[in-house]
């Protein structure tokens, strides 16, 4: 999904294209892609995929308390029981996620809804007015991942966008959290971004389907897809096509 709301946006497409062009070699022969750069030096890139997990990421994260009663805001889980939380209702909290005084539907895709611009207090993904969200400060990322987005995301100074993911713990929950995060999600984002480098880089996509409508027929059970076949053209960079 991440890749297809990419290619479904030509002036995204030339966006993503241009923050690629210097980490990765295409040729007849050869395609390589610098994978470090990708997770920790496009800011751009990352938004696209922390919007992508928000927006069609559709889980449910059981927690258990084997020791005692636990209150939290008003609900309380006993001892012994089980509770699920689904990540649909924290990643469509309207009340949280910045939409731009409601430019950007938190149902919409923005692929720019996860970079924060210095100086710019409605930019990032939070809402401006809420008030216990602690703006990240430039140029450095903080992480709800203990690894993988830590580091540069953006030129500190600058006054160039960056990306981070700090503040949103409880809010950003596509893998889940805390001891029982899901183990995959590093190698999960590698290839997603290795993936969306490849196909982007070495092919050009005109996709042919106008609209997206996604299946809602396995709601919580992970990841949503297109209900119906996307069509598509593809061919090489500088190729005939092909398909």
Partial sequence: MTTLHILRNP??????LHTLHSDTTVDPTTLS???PA???????????????????????????SPHRDVHLAGWTLPKGKVCMVNTHASHMDETFWNTRGGQHPVKEFWAERFLIWPGDAGSGPVREDMVDYKRPTTGVVDTVESEGWAGKM????????????????GAWIPYGGGYA???GRQ?????VLYTT??????????????????????????????????KFRIRRRGAVPVL
Avoid: W
């Fill in 11 to 16: 002036s995204l497409t030339t966006r993503i």
């Fill in 33 to 35: 892609v610098n994978l």
């Fill in 38 to 64: 990708l997770l920790n030096h496009k800011p751009l890139l990352s938004s696209v995929y922390a919007e992508t997990l928000r927006l069609h990421l559709q889980a449910y994260v059981t927690r258990a």
């Fill in 154 to 169: 953006g030129r500190e100074g600058k006054g160039e966008p960056f990306f981070s993911v700090q503040g949103l713990e």
């Fill in 181 to 183: 995060a899901c183990p």
């Fill in 187 to 191: 190698f999960a984002k590698r290839v």
């Fill in 197 to 230: 480098a490849l196909l982007v880089g070495a092919f050009e996509v005109e996709v042919l389907t106008p609209g997206l409508v996604m299946d809602d027929e396995c709601f919580g059970l992970g990841t949503q897809k297109p209900k119906h076949e996307v």
